[in-house]
């Protein structure tokens, strides 16, 4: 069956660095957008970045991110990762991996950035 698993949550403070990994499985995962969202405490889940499947990989992302994270692909490893540098307390939220369509969830990985 189709599965995204989130992984590479945790606890850093401000200003440091987490690498979250999206492991695909029961797709042909090449073929689709794959995108990162992320949901803070008593809000929404928002859009983070999207990563297209053309041969120069266009990403794209929220503004609030631009410069300091970064999403690319493994199409032979069907994985998506999302290095995140710089990091605010306010990037603090449960970060999910979708692909186009958002008919597929992970079950999220956590990010927590405090001192």
């Known amino acids: 069956q189709v599965q995204l698993v989130e992984s590479g949550g945790g606890l850093v403070q401000p200003g440091g660095s987490l690498r979250l990994t999206c492991a695909a499985s029961?797709?042909?995962?090449?073929?689709?957008?794959m995108k990162w969202y992320r949901q803070a405490p008593g809000k929404e889940r928002d859009w983070v970045a999207s990563?297209?499947?053309?041969?120069?990989?266009?990403?794209i992302y929220t503004d609030s991110v631009k410069g300091r994270f970064t999403i690319s692909r493994d199409n032979a490893k069907n994985t998506l990762y999302l290095q995140m540098n710089s990091l605010k307390p306010e990037d603090t939220a449960l970060y999910y991996c979708?692909?186009?369509?958002?008919?597929?969830w992970g079950q999220g990985t956590q990010v927590t950035v405090s001192s």
């Open positions: 990563i297209f499947t053309t041969a120069d990989t266009l990403t």
């Open positions: 979708t692909r186009a369509g958002n008919d597929v």
């Open positions: 029961g797709f042909t995962f090449s073929d689709y957008v």
